[in-house]
Protein backbone atom coordinates (compact mmCIF):
# COMPACT_ATOMS: atom_id res chain seq x y z
CA UNK A 1 0.00 0.00 0.00
CA UNK A 2 2.60 2.54 -1.08
CA UNK A 3 0.47 4.91 -2.10
CA UNK A 4 -0.34 6.47 1.12
CA UNK A 5 2.73 7.51 3.24
CA UNK A 6 1.68 8.17 6.94
CA UNK A 7 4.08 9.50 9.05
CA UNK A 8 5.18 9.61 12.18
CA UNK A 9 4.94 6.11 13.23
CA UNK A 10 4.96 6.92 17.08
CA UNK A 11 4.54 10.01 18.90
CA UNK A 12 4.62 11.29 21.97
CA UNK A 13 3.39 14.24 23.27
CA UNK A 14 3.12 15.99 26.98
CA UNK A 15 -0.23 16.91 27.86
CA UNK A 16 -1.64 20.17 26.64
CA UNK A 17 1.04 20.26 23.64
CA UNK A 18 -0.17 19.60 19.58
CA UNK A 19 0.15 17.01 18.45
CA UNK A 20 0.71 16.74 14.12
CA UNK A 21 0.74 13.68 12.01
CA UNK A 22 0.87 13.94 8.33
CA UNK A 23 -0.28 11.72 5.49
CA UNK A 24 1.17 11.91 1.51
CA UNK A 25 -0.39 10.11 -1.14
CA UNK A 26 0.17 9.21 -4.41
CA UNK A 27 -3.09 9.10 -6.17
CA UNK A 28 -4.94 12.04 -7.61
CA UNK A 29 -7.99 10.19 -7.75
CA UNK A 30 -8.46 10.04 -4.11
CA UNK A 31 -11.35 12.23 -3.38
CA UNK A 32 -12.31 12.03 0.67
CA UNK A 33 -9.18 12.93 3.17
CA UNK A 34 -10.34 11.12 6.43
CA UNK A 35 -8.46 10.81 9.66
CA UNK A 36 -9.66 7.73 11.83
CA UNK A 37 -8.81 7.05 15.42
CA UNK A 38 -9.12 3.44 16.33
CA UNK A 39 -8.57 2.67 20.40
CA UNK A 40 -7.49 -0.92 21.78
CA UNK A 41 -9.95 -3.72 20.68
CA UNK A 42 -12.20 -1.32 18.76
CA UNK A 43 -12.88 -0.50 15.32
CA UNK A 44 -11.48 2.85 13.34
CA UNK A 45 -14.18 6.05 14.36
CA UNK A 46 -14.34 8.83 11.76
CA UNK A 47 -12.44 11.76 13.22
CA UNK A 48 -12.92 14.30 10.62
CA UNK A 49 -12.57 14.51 7.26
CA UNK A 50 -11.61 17.05 4.34
CA UNK A 51 -12.73 17.38 0.52
CA UNK A 52 -10.25 18.34 -2.02
CA UNK A 53 -11.59 21.82 -2.58
CA UNK A 54 -10.47 23.21 0.84
CA UNK A 55 -6.92 23.58 2.02
CA UNK A 56 -8.46 23.54 5.82
CA UNK A 57 -11.26 22.45 8.32
CA UNK A 58 -11.48 22.68 11.61
CA UNK A 59 -13.74 21.04 14.38
CA UNK A 60 -13.14 21.59 18.06
CA UNK A 61 -9.42 20.82 18.72
CA UNK A 62 -9.22 18.89 15.42
CA UNK A 63 -7.47 20.60 12.40
CA UNK A 64 -6.66 19.18 9.02
CA UNK A 65 -4.56 21.09 6.68
CA UNK A 66 -4.38 19.82 3.07
CA UNK A 67 -2.16 20.26 0.38
CA UNK A 68 -2.99 19.50 -3.10
CA UNK A 69 -0.05 20.30 -5.31
CA UNK A 70 1.75 18.89 -2.61
CA UNK A 71 -0.61 15.45 -2.16
CA UNK A 72 -0.42 15.73 1.61
CA UNK A 73 -2.48 16.50 4.32
CA UNK A 74 -1.94 16.41 7.94
CA UNK A 75 -4.07 16.16 11.32
CA UNK A 76 -3.04 18.59 13.97
CA UNK A 77 -4.57 18.05 17.64
CA UNK A 78 -4.30 20.73 19.89
CA UNK A 79 -3.93 20.87 23.70
CA UNK A 80 -3.34 16.90 23.27
CA UNK A 81 -5.26 15.24 26.08
CA UNK A 82 -4.57 11.78 27.47
CA UNK A 83 -7.91 10.58 26.63
CA UNK A 84 -6.05 11.34 22.97
CA UNK A 85 -3.77 8.53 23.00
CA UNK A 86 -5.03 6.15 20.06
CA UNK A 87 -3.65 5.25 16.92
CA UNK A 88 -4.86 7.39 14.00
CA UNK A 89 -5.14 6.11 10.03
CA UNK A 90 -5.25 8.67 7.78
CA UNK A 91 -7.63 6.88 5.04
CA UNK A 92 -7.86 8.34 1.61
CA UNK A 93 -10.70 7.72 -0.48
CA UNK A 94 -11.14 7.79 -4.37
CA UNK A 95 -14.78 6.55 -6.00
CA UNK A 96 -16.66 6.77 -3.23
CA UNK A 97 -15.54 3.16 -2.01
CA UNK A 98 -11.99 2.47 -2.46
CA UNK A 99 -10.26 3.37 0.75
CA UNK A 100 -6.33 3.23 1.23
CA UNK A 101 -4.99 3.35 4.88
CA UNK A 102 -1.96 4.73 5.99
CA UNK A 103 -0.10 2.29 8.40
CA UNK A 104 -1.08 4.45 11.67
CA UNK A 105 0.34 6.25 13.92
CA UNK A 106 0.55 5.42 17.85
CA UNK A 107 -0.14 8.76 20.08
CA UNK A 108 0.84 9.06 23.34
CA UNK A 109 -0.09 12.17 25.17
CA UNK A 110 2.32 12.11 28.77
CA UNK A 111 -0.52 13.56 31.70
CA UNK B 1 -28.78 3.33 18.73
CA UNK B 2 -27.98 2.43 15.48
CA UNK B 3 -24.84 0.72 15.02
CA UNK B 4 -22.72 -2.29 13.51
CA UNK B 5 -22.64 -5.32 15.04
CA UNK B 6 -20.00 -8.45 14.97
CA UNK B 7 -19.76 -11.75 16.13
CA UNK B 8 -18.66 -13.33 17.48
CA UNK B 9 -16.25 -10.77 19.22
CA UNK B 10 -13.70 -13.59 19.23
CA UNK B 11 -13.61 -17.14 17.02
CA UNK B 12 -10.83 -19.80 17.41
CA UNK B 13 -10.83 -21.97 14.45
CA UNK B 14 -8.24 -25.12 13.20
CA UNK B 15 -5.69 -24.91 10.43
CA UNK B 16 -8.13 -25.56 6.77
CA UNK B 17 -11.38 -25.87 9.16
CA UNK B 18 -13.80 -23.23 7.10
CA UNK B 19 -15.33 -20.27 9.65
CA UNK B 20 -17.82 -17.76 9.02
CA UNK B 21 -17.87 -14.16 10.48
CA UNK B 22 -21.05 -11.99 10.66
CA UNK B 23 -21.94 -8.26 10.75
CA UNK B 24 -25.05 -6.64 11.14
CA UNK B 25 -26.43 -3.05 11.05
CA UNK B 26 -29.06 -1.01 12.08
CA UNK B 27 -27.88 1.93 10.06
CA UNK B 28 -29.88 1.02 6.49
CA UNK B 29 -26.67 1.44 4.86
CA UNK B 30 -26.42 -0.04 1.33
CA UNK B 31 -22.74 -0.20 1.33
CA UNK B 32 -20.69 -2.59 3.30
CA UNK B 33 -17.92 -3.64 3.51
CA UNK B 34 -14.69 -6.18 4.96
CA UNK B 35 -10.94 -5.36 6.10
CA UNK B 36 -8.80 -7.54 7.73
CA UNK B 37 -5.98 -5.83 9.86
CA UNK B 38 -3.36 -7.81 11.20
CA UNK B 39 -1.48 -7.02 14.73
CA UNK B 40 -0.56 -3.06 14.70
CA UNK B 41 -1.26 -2.86 10.89
CA UNK B 42 -3.38 -0.94 8.97
CA UNK B 43 -6.87 -1.59 8.05
CA UNK B 44 -6.74 -3.77 4.72
CA UNK B 45 -9.90 -3.60 2.45
CA UNK B 46 -10.94 -6.79 1.28
CA UNK B 47 -14.23 -6.34 -0.81
CA UNK B 48 -17.33 -4.56 -0.52
CA UNK B 49 -21.04 -4.62 -1.33
CA UNK B 50 -22.53 -1.55 -3.13
CA UNK B 51 -26.18 -2.79 -2.37
CA UNK B 52 -26.13 -6.48 -4.06
CA UNK B 53 -22.82 -5.82 -6.42
CA UNK B 54 -19.89 -8.00 -4.84
CA UNK B 55 -16.68 -5.72 -5.66
CA UNK B 56 -13.63 -8.20 -4.94
CA UNK B 57 -10.15 -6.25 -4.09
CA UNK B 58 -7.38 -7.88 -7.02
CA UNK B 59 -5.23 -8.59 -4.37
CA UNK B 60 -7.83 -10.62 -2.03
CA UNK B 61 -7.22 -14.14 -1.86
CA UNK B 62 -9.77 -16.64 -3.08
CA UNK B 63 -9.79 -17.77 0.06
CA UNK B 64 -11.84 -15.28 1.58
CA UNK B 65 -15.58 -15.08 0.23
CA UNK B 66 -18.93 -13.13 1.40
CA UNK B 67 -22.35 -13.32 1.25
CA UNK B 68 -24.62 -10.46 1.59
CA UNK B 69 -28.25 -11.90 2.16
CA UNK B 70 -30.11 -8.88 2.63
CA UNK B 71 -29.57 -4.86 3.14
CA UNK B 72 -28.62 -5.96 7.10
CA UNK B 73 -26.32 -7.95 7.31
CA UNK B 74 -22.85 -9.58 5.62
CA UNK B 75 -21.22 -12.69 5.95
CA UNK B 76 -17.07 -13.55 5.51
CA UNK B 77 -16.61 -17.30 4.83
CA UNK B 78 -12.82 -18.24 5.13
CA UNK B 79 -13.08 -21.75 3.69
CA UNK B 80 -9.30 -22.78 4.79
CA UNK B 81 -7.88 -20.81 7.31
CA UNK B 82 -4.18 -20.35 7.30
CA UNK B 83 -1.86 -19.38 10.13
CA UNK B 84 -1.66 -15.87 8.09
CA UNK B 85 -5.18 -15.12 8.06
CA UNK B 86 -5.20 -14.67 11.78
CA UNK B 87 -6.09 -11.02 12.20
CA UNK B 88 -8.88 -8.91 12.98
CA UNK B 89 -11.82 -8.70 10.42
CA UNK B 90 -13.33 -5.66 10.72
CA UNK B 91 -16.85 -4.72 9.09
CA UNK B 92 -17.95 -1.17 7.91
CA UNK B 93 -20.80 0.28 6.13
CA UNK B 94 -21.43 3.69 4.81
CA UNK B 95 -24.18 5.61 2.80
CA UNK B 96 -23.69 6.03 -1.00
CA UNK B 97 -26.36 8.87 -1.37
CA UNK B 98 -25.86 12.84 0.14
CA UNK B 99 -22.24 12.72 -0.46
CA UNK B 100 -20.90 11.23 2.60
CA UNK B 101 -18.03 8.84 2.50
CA UNK B 102 -18.23 8.34 6.23
CA UNK B 103 -17.59 4.77 7.22
CA UNK B 104 -19.24 3.01 10.40
CA UNK B 105 -16.92 0.70 11.69
CA UNK B 106 -18.11 -2.61 14.02
CA UNK B 107 -15.71 -3.57 16.96
CA UNK B 108 -14.37 -6.16 14.93
CA UNK B 109 -13.86 -9.95 15.35
CA UNK B 110 -10.40 -11.56 16.10
CA UNK B 111 -9.31 -14.32 14.88
CA UNK B 112 -7.02 -17.25 16.08
CA UNK B 113 -5.98 -19.65 13.67
CA UNK B 114 -4.53 -22.87 15.69
Known amino acids: QQQVKQSPQSLIVQKGGISIINCAYE??????FPWYQQFPGKGPALLIA?????SEKKEGRFTISFNKSAKQFSLHIMDSQPGDSATYFC??????????FGAGTRLFVKA | DAMVIQNPRYQVTQFGKPVTLSCSQT?????MYWYQQKSSQAPKLLFH???????NEADTPDNFQSRRPNTSFCFLDIRSPGLGDAAMYLC?????????????FGPGTRLTVT
Open chain 1, 91 to 100: APLSGGFKTI
Open chain 2, 49 to 55: YYDKDFN
Open chain 2, 27 to 31: LNHNV
Open chain 2, 92 to 104: ATSISRGGSYEQY
Open chain 1, 50 to 54: IRPDV
Open chain 1, 27 to 32: NTAFDY
